[in-house]
């Protein structure tokens, strides 16, 4: 189906200004102006620093544990095999599910594709999905300027600043403060039943990510060592190489990369190639921030885009329909 931009989601672009967030002047250079400070939570506060730097740091340090049990021992390869298709399985539930399918409308799927595709994006450990999906529509309402929740040029263009800025939107602005309000920026999910259920089964669904490894592991090697290193490399060690895959495009596709097409104003959304693959076609970022509705994002000779592969075989198969494929025409108009 050709792109339609008549006929997409709610996105924070068509929502009404933001009385909390009075429009700001921008030169594209300068450091984004400071925030007003948020009231101190006392204990909920706590609570939020603690659990963000759990699932930001416990499976990073995951890394260095497999590296050490590594030393003296090799990995299994039942291990390596369940891995990746986990990582596959919660990958593509973020990028074909939270991202090109709940977030930007790019198709429409039956009932039982849309929760499944929720519920494998929720294990990938990113956060329930209303909340993901209103963070990243802010995101797009607000590309590199003020108002955006995780932008490399949030301290400005100058070395340092670039620096400081690509590490704030990698994993930085996870511990800030600054919650999105899913009902100025999400609400036709707030309003979906089997989306809100999905979201508030994401604790659950955090320990069947790391649960269903270990099961499997202790399924096939029959001991608890095999079921230990199936959960540090299924679990852990997936979750966190994925976490830094999504995060790399927050901040790496704004900063390196080629830039083929328009986008608005300050956005320097780019393409990344190195990450194609990974990403699943998530770092061809620059097409997508020219023309956030179309399924497929890698659109040129050569660009792999496996999410978009998917997305063609689910509407084949009849699960998903009304795909937003890009037509050379509308192609044309958006090339620099």
Known sequence: MPLDS??????????PPDPARPPQRYDGTAPFPSDDPAPARG????????????????????????????WDSLIRPADIVLALVLYAVTGLGVTVGFHR????????????VRI?????????????????????????????????????????????GQLRGLLDAHVGWLFRNDPTPADRYAPDLLADR??????????????????????????IGGTWVHALTAALWAGLVRIALLHHVTWSVNSLCHVLGKRP???????????????????????WHNLHHADPTSARHGVDRGQIDPSAAVIRLLERLGWVHDVRWPTPDRLATRRA
């Open 6 to 15: 008549s006929a997409t989601v709610p996105t924070p672009a068509q929502a």
């Open 43 to 70: 204990g909920a506060e706590r609570v939020y620093v603690a659990v963000t730097a759990a699932i930001v740091v416990l499976p990073f340090l995951a890394l260095g544990a497999a590296g050490w049990w590594l």
């Open 194 to 219: 089997d989306i809100r259920a999905v979201a508030r089964a994401f604790p659950a669904l955090c320990v069947l990510t790391l649960a269903l490894p270990f099961a499997i592991g202790w399924a």
């Open 116 to 160: 499944a595709l929720a519920v494998a994006g929720s294990m990938s450990f990113q956060g329930d999905v209303i909340s993901w999906v209103a963070t990243h529509r802010r995101h797009h309402a607000f590309t590199d300027r003020p108002g955006d929740p995780h932008s490399p040029y949030r301290y400005g263009t100058h070395l340092r």
């Open 261 to 283: 097409f328009r986008t608005r104003r300050h956005d320097r959304a780019t393409n990344l190639w190195p990450l194609a693959l990974l990403s699943f076609g998530e770092s």
């Open 101 to 112: 399918g709940l977030t930007h409308g790019g198709y429409r799927a039956v009932r039982p």
